[in-house]
């Protein structure tokens, strides 16, 4: 006979974790910061993690975002084309963000 847990106390809390594109490592998805091509194709960037669309991650650290932005890593994660200043957008609100400006 299978025991029973005695309490809900006792579960474990599933933590969502996710990769960062760029460095590779895996996080808390809070620690990340989602970047979305929402449905009517616009790229932008989701702190909050719950816009529609298909997301990928990147590190709150601007070297990563560096390299996220630089080739093709972030369009081949989105399966879309980014324009130059969509990037170069994106660049400028992360180091706002992070008081970087």
């Keep these: 006979m299978k025991a029973r847990r005695s309490s809900k106390?006792?579960?474990i809390k599933h933590v969502a974790r996710r990769t960062c594109i760029a460095c590779r490592k895996i996080q808390d998805k809070q620690a990340m910061i989602?970047?979305?091509n929402t449905p009517d194709g616009r790229i932008e960037a989701d702190?909050?993690?719950k816009k529609s669309?298909?997301?990928?991650?990147?590190?709150k650290d601007?070297?990563?975002?560096e390299e996220?932005?630089?080739?093709?890593?972030?369009?081949?994660?989105?399966?879309?084309?980014?324009?130059?200043e969509s990037k170069n957008n994106l660049f400028n609100w992360i180091k706002?963000?992070?008081?970087e400006i």
Excluded: F, M
């Design 68 to 84: 996220g932005l630089k080739g093709n890593r972030l369009e081949h994660s989105l399966k879309t084309g980014i324009n130059r």
């Design 47 to 49: 702190p909050g993690g």
């Design 34 to 36: 989602r970047i979305v």
């Design 9 to 11: 106390q006792d579960k």
């Design 96 to 99: 706002e963000y992070l008081g």
């Design 62 to 65: 601007v070297g990563c975002w």
């Design 53 to 59: 669309g298909r997301g990928a991650y990147l590190c």
